[in-house]
């Protein structure tokens, strides 16, 4: 008998076997099964008894058989099914895809055909990954709870993997000269035997985990051209089993995401051991280790697999569990299209939710109201899922949807509710123990971090067209219910006695006119009248909302105020985006900070003078030389190839000048520069990119300078300073450019 934590699963296409790693105290094992998936097909009897006979005479097909299953949301009413056994794991696609060209992709529906493996395979042995179990040599016997609030962290052993920086980004050219294992370094005479050092130093450490920095994105694309260019690529393997060289499982591509375009690098991941890049990682960078691990118990998805996922993709995953383990069939392309609505139900439907616009300018004494995940809660409460909606068991149902009139069903729960009720359950509990001084702080923030990305997303993917359980009528009736209750929440805090100074979706601002109750009485108040949790997230001396650059008007997330924890919070300003240069966003921070003196309205505005020679003292170091190069670098994000810029664009110029070297940006990637000459027409002159910044090199002060005023702007436009008031006082010297002796770090 073995015990240990399941760490990693694949399938070893070869051997037709899957391969399971468990971490036991004697060190990793790894062991071997044998394992069938399956897939179905629905169809009339007619047509599954031709396919039948069809599929009999094809050699990768072990066998079929007809059988019964339910494959249905919300019935237990089984249907008559083709159940196909591919002879080898690898031919399962190839079949189903065969199956799907026959039925011309409308005759069949197929049913479990792109479930993961090693999450299929470890559902099937009711098991999951990073659980504790013991292993009997034919089986695993379960011993941990996989929703479990208290559970052993895995004992991980790690190290980190990094080439020494001498370049910011090095070219497949230049030959590798080391790598660090930790604090060990790989150098040898030769590139060759270098790889190989590094290789062996992995092998002798032993490690379960290897971090990296940017791996997928260029540690490992690098390391794995030079072994490649050196002929020994089938001998520089990191992983624990012998057939793991390195090379991409996953090639890099583009996608479109929430309005904006995003690059996902091509997957270098190990066998037998986990390669996690912590800067391409979402949830890593959002959550930490604990957090991940957390989120792979419960989606069962593998640790350095999901570090590379999304939390949608994890949410996705759960659900599918879920219905899996109430026993229905999970589709393998989505057939629910969208009711039919009139042009005027369109119009009713497809509002999002509601919004207040601020008032622009100082307020005092502000409390900030905010519901507790609302979107997802109004799942749970109002029973909503694509089985629910519109049910035909309770057409008559007293539950409907306001405004829209969709009924829900009231007989049974839906799997989104069901999945989502330990989640929220789970999160609250890990938000309470992260504020009680007898818990971990830190673990129990990241793990209630990770949970709060899952449940953001949960709703999204009920609109979202792929979503192998979203449908658009749930989208728009979670949103209709949003609407009603910040509505009712508005009408709670004025009969109350207070004022509603902004709401947006499920945040309400407000200060007190003639108070009846405590703020926190107060949010008890609304949330018994909404039936959602609401909390206040604190209490403003002042609060400053900021208005529209393009009309002028109460922008919506975008403000700063100070808290009585003495905190300054900022939303969506310069010092809040992750483009603006250090320099930049250090000073519009610094002169906050002068204002957050103030704990008063009166005091804050008596501070503005301090803030604005804050200002003035940072535009004459400019002026001087006196910034570092590095601290003066713009980050942008490109959305588009640089042959579709049709505007001549700082970014355009980077993009060009990059191009001219040989280098190629995708969309999605990110681009740094420094501006140089902002008006010139050469695009060699215009921008310093920050591979090309070794040396001395010239900046365009008058460019800054008015960046500087800018980000002043931002914060004091309210109370009449303008971008060229500030350039005004910015601008007592001429100088256009200044020599500056520090190097990009």
């Not at 760490?7 to 036991?24: C, I, P, S």
């Not at 953001?456 to 009736?477: D, Q």
């Not at 207070?498 to 945040?507: C, M, R, T």
């Not at 140089?676 to 365009?700: F, G, M, P, S, Y």
Request: with cysteine.
């Amino acid at each position: 008998m073995q015990r240990g934590t399941i760490f990693d699963v694949y399938a070893d296409q070869k051997r037709n076997v899957m391969v399971t790693w468990l971490l036991t105290k004697r060190g990793p094992v790894r062991l071997e099964d044998t394992y069938t998936p399956r897939f179905y097909v629905h169809a009339s009897s007619e047509h599954l008894y031709k396919l039948a006979s069809d599929l009999q005479d094809i050699p990768q097909v072990a066998m079929v058989n007809l059988t019964q299953c339910k494959f249905q949301l919300g019935s237990d009413k089984t249907s008559l099914v083709l159940e196909v056994t591919p002879k080898h794991l690898k031919d399962l696609m190839h079949l189903a895809s065969l199956v799907d060209l026959w039925g011309h992709s409308q005759q069949y529906q197929l049913y479990n055909v792109d479930l993961r493996l090693p999450t299929r395979y470890l559902h099937s042995k009711d098991v999951f990954c990073n659980a504790s179990v013991n292993w009997d040599g034919t089986q695993f016997i379960l011993d941990d709870d996989q929703w479990a609030i208290d559970y052993e962290f895995p004992p991980f052993t790690s190290v980190h993997l990094a080439i020494p920086e001498k370049k910011r980004f090095p070219s497949f050219q230049d030959p590798l000269t080391a790598l660090t294992v930790d604090d060990a370094v790989c150098a040898e005479e030769t590139e060759e035997d270098t790889l190989l050092a590094a290789v062996h130093e992995i092998h002798r450490r032993d490690p379960d985990i290897i971090f990296t920095t940017n791996g997928d994105s260029v540690l490992f694309p690098y390391v794995y051209h030079r072994a490649r260019h050196c002929g020994i690529s089938e001998e520089v393997n990191f992983g624990r089993d012998d057939t793991s060289a390195l090379r991409p499982v996953k090639q890099a591509f583009s996608y479109f995401s929430y309005g904006r375009i995003a690059y996902r690098p091509g997957f270098y991941t190990l066998k037998g051991r986990a390669h996690l890049d912590t800067h391409g990682s979402f949830l890593f960078g959002e959550s930490g280790l604990k957090g991940l691990v957390e989120i792979s118990r419960c989606s069962n998805i593998p640790l350095q697999l999901q570090s590379r996922l999304g939390p949608g993709t994890a949410i996705s995953q759960i659900q599918v569990n879920t219905a899996m383990s109430k026993g229905y069939l999970i589709p393998w392309k989505k057939n629910l299209p969208e009711t039919w609505k009139t042009a005027y139900q369109l119009l009713l439907a497809d509002r999002g939710g509601l919004v207040l616009s601020p008032r622009v300018g100082l307020h005092e004494d502000v409390i900030e109201l905010d519901y507790a995940s609302l979107y997802p809660s109004i799942m749970v409460q109002y029973n909503i899922s694509p089985e629910t909606m519109l049910c035909d068991c309770c057409p008559g149902s007293p539950l409907q949807v306001p405004q829209l009139g969709y009924h829900l069903c009231i007989r049974q729960q839906g799997l989104l509710p069901e999945v989502l009720k330990p989640i929220l359950d789970r999160r609250f509990c890990f938000k309470a123990r992260a504020k009680h001084p007898t818990y971990d702080h830190e673990l129990y923030k990241e793990l209630q971090q990770a949970w709060k990305w899952i449940l953001i997303v949960c709703f999204g993917y009920t609109g979202y067209k792929n979503a192998r359980y979203g449908r658009i009528e749930c989208h728009e009736s979670i949103t209709a219910f949003a609407r009603d209750i910040l509505l009712k929440a508005v009408h709670v805090a004025e009969k109350a006695g207070y004022h509603v100074l902004h709401g947006i979706v499920d945040s309400l601002w407000v200060t007190a006119t003639t108070p009846q109750i405590s703020a926190y009485k107060l949010s008890r108040l609304i949330a018994n009248a909404t039936a959602i949790r609401m909390d206040v997230e604190g209490h403003y001396h002042w609060i400053v909302f900021l208005p529209s650059k393009q009309t002028g008007v109460g922008a919506l997330t975008r403000y700063y105020g100070l808290l009585d924890t003495g905190e300054m919070k900022i939303r969506g300003i310069e010092a809040r985006q992750r483009n603006t240069p250090k320099f930049l966003r250090e000073t519009q921070q610094q002169m906050l900070q002068i204002l957050a003196k103030g704990t008063t309205a009166d005091a804050m505005k008596a501070r503005i003078p301090d803030a604005l020679d804050m200002m003035i003292a940072a535009g004459k170091q400019l002026e001087d030389g006196l910034i570092p190069l590095h601290e003066l670098i713009y980050t942008a994000q490109i959305s588009r190839d640089v042959t579709e810029y049709k505007v001549n664009t700082l970014t355009k110029a980077a993009l060009l000048k990059l191009q001219d070297r040989g280098i190629r940006i995708e969309p999605g990637q990110s681009i740094q520069y420094a501006v140089h000459k902002e008006h010139t027409t050469d695009h060699n002159q215009r921008v310093w990119v920050a591979e090309e910044l070794d040396t001395k090199e010239a900046i365009d002060v008058s460019f800054y300078q008015r960046q500087l005023a800018q980000c002043a702007e931002s914060i004091l436009v309210p109370f009449g300073y303008t971008k060229e008031r500030l350039e005004t006082m910015l601008t007592t010297h001429n100088q256009q450019e200044v020599t500056h002796a520090s190097l990009l770090s």
